[in-house]
């Protein structure tokens, strides 16, 4: 039965994965939520860059890029990481580079495995029904924030490891799955509240950002599933 | 206001201390729970070593030595690590060389730190008492599984923050401290059934060493708190 791990920080990857996981990254305020909704908006492909250098040089190159630091626009993209950013006036039919300070670097960590794909709670039905198909172990990667644990991304984890434990077709024996479903399903009924709690929405207060963050935590606005593949984000279709 | 922080693995430690923090390190099961009982039972000193060559050098020096990996008594150990090989018949009086999978690396890696105690439910509100007056920056940090997070430990460090915040003289900011007192205040009332679902209660199972579990959940069996200091654990009463 395949299992589900949970890893809590892109520092501690390397000592629960395995080559044949697929691995789903999650960056919930805000990047994996900026670029699912990228990718509902008909993006082409996203390249996650992860210092502004290549940033910088993607961007001579003739890229749109989107890019931020510690939440802040850097100077030379054409606009940050805000979900509502990423509109169909912005992206269709794009190709885009993104870097921002944990998501980005997260996804290319995650490089090596059987596939790495992107969720959010915005297509968390998606995600879940690609990991039921892939039918092999399963790592949801939490960004969090500069390695440090956080509460957004872990319960986004717990939330996709207790529906895959709840199609009685994966078990879990990490410790890290079993606090994020605890998270989880104590909290479920007051996410906001408890994503009000978190070190990020204070951070994304005092950039005037918090707006979106009812949106981010809000489920299935669609169905598209991102996967990294070749250096690049492409919808999951074109596989 | 002092900060309190939770460190879920070693491998995180980097990225969150400060050098004026004042670290409680922890391994439930059952490095530090062993500690706490060989000062509660009169041991003069311990010296935690990190790899088995340093633990033969020692013994081959004539001090004692209790080692174990993965929960495997050594070959050229005196005894391993669970509480009872800890008796005043054991340790009194003596100075030990003490290696274990978790804990030791873990109680170096916290060395450059403002001050490095060791904790354990069974020393718990001695821990408490020494962070009160000690009045500066908390971290407790957990030794964790091979770097990995695992559930007894961060339950313990819930316990600890709960308890420094409810004294109206700490906060925090830290998501992992949040978490990990949602896990404490969530799961206090059964926390032999919450560790029970812990991978770490599987591994001993299987080495019929778990029938320490119920004795390293209780509280306050001694009022000792082990320091670390000039690389051996003292008793912090001769500070």
Tied chains: 1, 2.
């Excluded at 690609?130 to 790592?139: H, I, R, S």
């Excluded at 799955?177 to 996410?191: E, G, R, V």
């Amino acid at each position: 039965m395949p299992d589900i791990q949970v890893c809590f920080s892109p520092a501690l990857f390397q000592y629960q994965s395995a080559p044949g996981t697929n691995v789903i990254v999650v960056d919930v305020l805000r990047a994996t939520t900026s670029i699912v909704e990228a990718f509902k908006n008909g993006v082409n492909s996203m390249i996650p860059v992860e210092t502004v250098e290549e940033a910088k040089a993607l961007k001579a190159k003739g890229y749109i890029v989107a890019a931020e630091r510690d939440g802040i626009v850097l100077d030379f993209a054409d606009f940050g990481n805000s979900p509502d950013n990423f509109s169909a006036q912005n992206v269709k039919g794009r190709d885009i580079a993104y870097s921002t300070t944990n998501g980005t670097k997260t996804i290319q960590i995650a490089s090596g495995c059987n596939s790495v794909a992107i969720g959010a709670f915005t297509n968390i039905s998606a995600v879940c029904r690609w990991l039921e198909q892939m039918d092999g172990d399963v790592c949801v990667l939490c960004a969090g924030w500069k390695n440090k644990f956080n509460l957004e991304d872990s319960v986004y984890a717990g939330a996709v490891a207790s529906r895959l434990l709840a199609t009685g077709r994966f078990s879990t024996d990490c410790d890290s799955a079993k606090a994020a479903i605890m998270l989880w399903d104590t909290y479920k009924d007051d996410i906001i509240g408890f994503v009000n709690k978190s070190a990020q929405k204070k951070r994304l207060q005092k950039n005037g950002l918090d707006s979106c963050i009812d949106y981010c935590l809000s489920h299935d606005k669609t169905d598209v599933l991102p996967v990294f593949c070749n250096g690049r984000l492409i919808d999951s279709k074109y596989l």
